[in-house]
């Protein structure tokens, strides 16, 4: 074991010193690309009827009279102090705003994977063991038609007839500080459904084949000749060796559920991330978009890492390099 | 006292009567005065148009949501009223104007508590306006201000205003949304959201959820009905008409015209549209060829439908234009103007005439305003009947109002319009204005819109604005075929909501207006 470690965590801190590079040349795309769109902040702030001696004041205040390089150059020296600095817009601490739009997207995203992860393996356990037959064909159609739906397709349909038309549950989900868990949860459900929705035909579908590939094994009949009960079969015998693509394809779902949420908290007004950024974006508030951005960033690249560490640790053939 | 005394017309303000007499209550309607209003309850909004990046600090102020709950926490010294035509008067007491139109005393009233315990005085309005007319101001107010030449106080309640030159509109001016009064001007902190309100900010989340509660040492009793006013901020429409819908919410703004009458159809959801001043329209730069050629601009607006504009871009919820900036939302509004109509053949007439010939390069977008390519395409096929040839060129939305409006020759453009016509014609039409986008320079309407700012005799006032009416319909390069309504959506159970169309949101004053049943 001591020897199979080390390879292991070569490879992590390799990861990571790549991760950081990765992390600063996002930085300079995202803003170039901030750069590039037409308009600025002054011009955006102050909207179509500002006069010319408003906007010129504002630039200057802002310090956007400063060539491009130079405002990356102290931008990233205050990040590398930790320190993300204000926003131009509203002036408030970037990092405390995005503290509490990060929070609100990871308890969304929590709650969805928490339900859409076990949902997903188990209806991959029951497709398999019923394969061919109708409950796996009902649960492949079923699945395969919500994930071909676009979210926001999916978050009206269900807005119409939740909110809309039984009136059970709450069309927006605005969640603030200091409310009731029970409201809370009301208030994600219709969100968190969607989700689960969009990203449970992957996992699904990656659990089944995976699955189905290893059951078509030698040993998968030897355990069956053997007499073994199906659900052991696939549950001790199968699963364990099919875990490290249904892994990589959780995670990336994960990243999904964190990263991609922008059109779902829009649908819903739910106050995460993607709405910060959207603001932002509209804005041509730079800081913002740039410490938002990395954040998406870090968080894909760590679960990427995440999910390459674990398939390895899930599959001795890798654990034991010969 | 009644309601309608309270109200002050134009005529009275004009001859110096403003003021005389008027007390606390001025802003009783028609609606209100047949239904006893009921105290209490919660109030949510649902508004669109409001971000992360909203603040309190009234110079700041852009999008629907600030302007909407500026009004429930400030105050300014004067509004216009609910019918547009006249005045009502807020923190000030009265006003006169002591030196022809250019010296002006405001009185201010006593007793008057900012949130934070601070009494109102005459320092609280000297230096709140001062703040949005210093020239290092950022506040969009500024251009309004600018005519100012000094302000000063006079007692502990009265002020003394100053003009460059006179202006028999200056009270008008006061009514702009960002100029409410701040304790010690909001030099302090500006975004701190304390006026004079009827309610006072105790949760602030900008871009996601506002809450108020009622300031109970609050002045007035005819408005702030309700206990405590929530403001959701739903941008996208689709979330804003289902929360609505289903309950959650019992105001809504900004409603798409494709869309208001489905919603309407609603059981418990009203549609409130109110006749506004804000403008849809083509602007063409009179010093670029060939719209430096008369024949062409007349040509061109000759050959645009204006009922269909109304029809299926507004889906009714508008008025159609004549060509000018003025509807009879303003007061001295010119109402015997006979009406320009589609016509093809005066249309072809006039572009033979002008000897251009060849397509015409029209840009758009939807950041003009909503609807605003499909307006262009429409356009492009009424023009195409009198043989004119208009090229489209749909243009991105970022960056509109920076690259391609008052830069490019021949734009869709919009404008929310102004309280007054002198104003309106001063920032967009005056020779030398900013925004003058169709860079049209008549020293004759430069001259009549002087004389028409020092004329205190209203009839000769509304003569002289017939007369630039009629010049910049005929002459000027603006083709204007519409006028929008603002659309809301309130729940059944709201009541007391005036048809007010300064603004949207009965110019914003909707969560204090109205009461729940």
Not at chain 1, 235 to 256: E, K, M, Q, R, W
Not at chain 2, 195 to 223: C, I, M, N, S
Request: with cysteine; glycine share 8%; aromatic share 8%.
């Amino acid at each position: 074991m001591g020897i199979a470690v080390n390879p292991l965590i070569t490879m992590v801190l390799r990861r990571i010193a790549l991760s950081v590079l990765l992390l600063a040349a996002i930085s300079v795309l995202i803003f170039a690309g901030t750069e590039l769109l037409p308009g600025d902040v002054a011009q955006s702030i102050l909207g179509q009827t500002a006069t010319p001696e408003a906007l010129a004041n504002l630039r200057a205040e802002l310090g956007l009279d400063r060539p491009a390089h130079q405002r990356y150059l102290g931008w990233l020296t205050s990040f590398l102090q930790g320190d993300m600095g204000t926003s131009l817009t509203a002036g408030q601490d970037i990092a405390s705003m995005i503290s509490g739009r990060l929070g609100n997207t990871l308890f969304l995203a929590g709650w969805a994977a928490l339900i859409a992860v076990p949902l997903a393996i188990f209806l991959g356990l029951v497709a398999v063991h019923y394969r061919d037959g109708f409950v796996d064909k009902l649960i492949s159609y079923t699945t395969l038609a919500a994930i071909s739906l676009p979210e926001f397709f999916i978050g009206y349909v269900l807005v119409y007839l939740f909110a809309v038309t039984w009136n059970i549950l709450p069309s927006h989900a605005i969640v603030y500080s200091g409310m009731p868990f029970a409201e809370r949860m009301a208030a994600i459900a219709l969100p968190c459904a969607t989700l689960t929705l969009v990203v449970l035909a992957h996992m699904m579908r990656m659990t089944r084949a995976a699955l189905l590939n290893v059951m078509s094994s030698p040993y998968m009949e030897t355990a069956t000749l053997k007499g073994l009960p199906p659900f052991r079969i696939v549950f001790h015998h199968a699963l364990p060796n099919a875990i490290s693509p249904i892994i990589t394809v959780v995670v990336l779902n994960l990243a999904y559920l964190v990263v991609g949420v922008v059109v779902v908290e829009i649908i819903f007004v739910y106050p995460g991330m993607g709405q910060l950024l959207v603001d932002h974006v509209v804005k041509r508030d730079v800081p913002v978009v740039q410490s938002a951005g990395l954040v998406f960033a870090a968080i894909f690249i760590l679960l990427n890492m995440i999910a390459d560490i674990l398939s390895i640790l899930a599959n001795p053939r890798l654990r034991h390099p010969q | 006292m009644t309601d309608e005394a309270n109200s002050l017309s134009r005529r009275e303000f004009l001859r110096g009567a403003a003021g005389a007499g008027v007390t606390a209550a001025m802003a009783g309607s028609a609606i209100a005065r047949a239904e006893q209003p009921l105290k209490g309850g919660h109030l949510v909004l649902g508004l669109g148009g409001g971000a992360t990046t909203d603040s309190y600090d009234p110079a700041t102020y852009t999008g629907p949501v600030p302007i909407n709950y500026g009004r429930l926490w400030g105050e300014n010294l004067i509004d216009t009223n609910e019918t547009g035509d006249g005045l009502m008067l807020v923190l000030a007491e009265s006003y006169e104007a002591i030196q022809g139109t250019r010296v002006w005393r405001f009185t201010i009233r006593r007793g008057i508590e900012f949130h934070n315990g601070q009494p109102l005085t005459a320092d609280d309005v000297v230096k709140s306006l001062q703040r949005h007319s210093d020239e290092n101001s950022q506040s969009p107010a500024f251009g309004v201000l600018r005519a100012i030449e000094s302000i000063r106080q006079e007692s502990s309640h009265s002020l003394i205003i100053t003009l460059k030159d006179g202006n028999a509109d200056l009270p008008y001016l006061l009514t702009e949304y960002h100029l409410i009064i701040q304790p010690g001007g909001g030099y302090d902190d500006p975004a701190a959201g304390i006026g004079t309100g009827p309610y006072q900010v105790e949760v602030a989340e900008h871009g996601v959820r506002h809450l108020f509660r009622k300031f109970p040492r609050y002045w007035r009793d005819d408005v702030g009905h309700v206990d405590s006013v929530e403001l959701l901020v739903i941008n996208d429409r689709t979330a804003r008409a289902s929360a609505l819908q289903s309950g959650r919410v019992h105001m809504i703004n900004l409603i798409d015209p494709k869309t208001a009458r489905l919603l309407g159809r609603h059981p418990r959801v009203s549609i409130q549209a109110s006749p506004g001043r804000g403008h849809y329209e083509f602007y063409m730069r009179t010093d670029t060829p060939p719209f430096d050629n008369l024949d062409v601009r007349l040509a061109l607006k000759f050959a645009i439908d204006r009922k269909e504009m109304v029809k299926r871009i507004l889906h009714g919820y508008g008025s159609i234009g004549n060509d000018f900036p003025i509807n009879n939302a303003y007061p001295l509004f010119p109402d015997d103007i006979p009406q320009r109509h589609y016509d093809p053949d005066k249309a072809a007439f006039h572009m033979r005439k002008s000897g251009h010939t060849g397509p015409i390069l029209l840009r758009t977008s939807d950041a003009a305003f909503a609807g605003a390519v499909d307006a262009a395409t429409l356009y492009q096929q009424h023009a195409a009947r009198a043989g004119i040839e208009l090229q489209i060129k749909r243009e991105p939305a970022d960056g509109f109002f920076n690259n391609v409006w008052n830069v490019e020759p021949f734009v869709a453009s919009y404008w929310g319009g102004r309280p007054v016509q002198d104003l309106m014609y001063s920032v967009g039409y005056k020779s030398d204005a900013d925004w003058n986008e169709t860079r049209w320079q008549r020293p004759e309407f430069d001259r009549l819109l002087l004389q028409a700012r020092g004329e205190l005799d209203e009839t000769k006032r509304k003569g002289i604005y017939r007369q630039m009416a009629l010049m910049v319909r005929d002459d000027g390069g603006v083709i204007i075929p519409m006028f929008s309504h603002f659309i809301d959506a309130v729940s059944t159970n709201v009541r007391g909501y005036v048809r007010d169309g300064a603004m949207e949101l009965s110019n914003g004053l909707a969560p204090i207006r109205c009461w729940l049943s």
